[in-house]
């Protein structure tokens, strides 16, 4: 059964005279595990539909059916870390655990140190657990998108929206989070979508590319791409 099921979902912004049509009926299923990166040139409505996914946004008409689970549990990053700058790396990275129910009724029973466990193992699988007691501000771009994944998977979710979470890093930095992710997601297997400029790391980290065109936006293409693929 899919995760989530887009029945002719319209999206139109604004109303009257100001009315855009920002997204025509679109029809997309999310089977779990897939890997979708969405590319396409800007205004295409990439983000509309990952707003649509984390239902942030309601449709303007069709409907979303999320399939499956009882709740779907969504982890989020964009192109800016916005790691708190008062908070330690680990406690960045612990805070969907503390505001994201189920987690806000348990976490008062539940000991801080098996928090810590949990973060710590994801700190380590990116490389960063030498810089949990670090401040934001000492880390490299890099590095501060690492603890961003981190902080978008700590929870377990189901579905982790990605957009452009590497959009303002160099060449060289960016693919190496490519494989950071794709280590991520093949010990997790969360639902991702990803919303990317690069086709070079849509064609290297998902299972399925969806591009899009604007004016209205909608999906033109929907392909499976194979995998794993080398790395190189
Ligand atoms: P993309 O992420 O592909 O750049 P968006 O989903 O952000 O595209 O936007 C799709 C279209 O909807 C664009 O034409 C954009 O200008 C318009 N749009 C997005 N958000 C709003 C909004 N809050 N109000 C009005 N128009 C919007
Ligand atoms: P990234 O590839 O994650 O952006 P950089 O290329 O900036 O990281 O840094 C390469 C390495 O240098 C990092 O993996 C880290 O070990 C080290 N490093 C970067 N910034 C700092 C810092 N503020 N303090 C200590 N070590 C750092």
Same mark, same amino acid.
């Given at each position: 059964?899919?995760?989530? +099921?887009?029945?002719?979902?319209?999206?139109? *912004? @604004? !109303?009257?005279?100001?009315?855009?049509?920002?997204?025509?009926?679109?029809?997309?299923?999310?089977?779990?595990?897939?890997?979708?990166?969405?590319?396409?040139p %800007?205004?295409? @409505?990439?983000?509309?539909?990952?707003?649509?996914? %984390?239902?942030?946004?309601?449709?303007?008409?069709g409907?979303?059916?999320?399939? @499956?689970?009882?709740?779907?549990?969504?982890?989020?990053?964009? +192109?800016?870390?916005? &790691?708190?700058?008062?908070? %330690?790396?680990?406690?960045?990275?612990?805070?969907? =655990?503390?505001?994201?129910?189920? *987690?806000?009724a348990?976490y008062?029973k539940?000991?801080?140190?098996? *928090?810590? !466990?949990?973060?710590?193992?994801?700190?380590? +699988?990116?490389g960063?657990?030498?810089f949990?007691?670090?401040?934001?501000?000492? &880390?490299?771009?890099?590095?501060?998108q690492?603890a961003?994944?981190?902080?978008?998977?700590?929870?377990?979710? !189901?579905?982790?929206?990605?957009?452009?979470?590497?959009?303002?890093?160099?060449?060289?930095?960016?693919?190496?989070?490519?494989?950071? =992710?794709?280590?991520?997601?093949?010990?997790?297997?969360?639902?991702?979508? =990803?919303?990317?400029?690069? &086709?070079?790391?849509?064609?290297?980290?998902?299972?399925?590319?969806?591009?899009?065109?604007?004016?209205? @936006?909608?999906?033109?293409?929907?392909?499976?791409?194979?995998?794993?693929?080398?790395?190189?």
């Amino acid at each position: 059964k899919p995760l989530i +099921q887009f029945r002719d979902v319209s999206v139109t *912004y @604004g !109303d009257g005279a100001d009315a855009t049509l920002a997204l025509s009926p679109t029809n997309l299923s999310i089977e779990q595990g897939d890997f979708i990166a969405l590319v396409g040139p %800007s205004g295409c @409505g990439k983000s509309t539909l990952l707003k649509l996914a %984390s239902e942030l946004l309601a449709p303007s008409s069709g409907a979303l059916e999320f399939c @499956g689970v009882e709740s779907v549990r969504v982890g989020m990053a964009f +192109q800016s870390a916005n &790691l708190l700058p008062w908070l %330690s790396i680990r406690k960045n990275v612990m805070m969907p =655990l503390k505001i994201v129910p189920p *987690y806000k009724a348990e976490y008062r029973k539940k000991r801080y140190n098996e *928090y810590k !466990d949990r973060v710590d193992q994801l700190l380590d +699988q990116v490389g960063l657990l030498s810089f949990a007691e670090k401040q934001p501000w000492q &880390l490299s771009g890099g590095m501060m998108q690492r603890a961003n994944l981190c902080r978008a998977l700590v929870h377990e979710p !189901d579905l982790l929206l990605l957009d452009e979470p590497f959009g303002a890093l160099d060449q060289f930095t960016r693919e190496e989070l490519w494989g950071t =992710l794709q280590d991520l997601w093949l010990s997790k297997k969360p639902t991702v979508m =990803l919303v990317t400029h690069d &086709l070079r790391e849509a064609a290297y980290l998902a299972t399925r590319i969806c591009v899009m065109s604007p004016r209205p @936006g909608r999906i033109l293409e929907d392909r499976s791409v194979s995998f794993p693929r080398p790395r190189s």
